[in-house]
């Protein structure tokens, strides 16, 4: 394990208080969770997300958006798909 350095941070206590309810819903210390978030927050930006950033990317979007098209492209994805390849 890498050695860990103390550091005292002040914050307000409505987010104290998420951390708190956080940490305890992940079962991991309030450390822990400021450590993660200080990890991304100094991330290289140009580094490829992970299997799991990029699972969890796709779920906040997947059903936000529509094409507005009435054709139940879900459901016929294959025959829409075999007619652009013919194309």
Known sequence: MQRMERLQVQLPRELTTRLRRLARQQ???I???VRAAV???MSDPLRPPTPGERWR???SVAGRYRS???EPVSVEHDRYLED???S
């Open 27 to 29: 079962g991991v210390s």
């Open 31 to 33: 450390a822990a969770l």
């Open 39 to 41: 990890d991304r927050a």
């Open 57 to 59: 990317r796709s779920l």
């Open 68 to 70: 507005g098209s009435t």
């Open 84 to 86: 652009v390849y013919r």
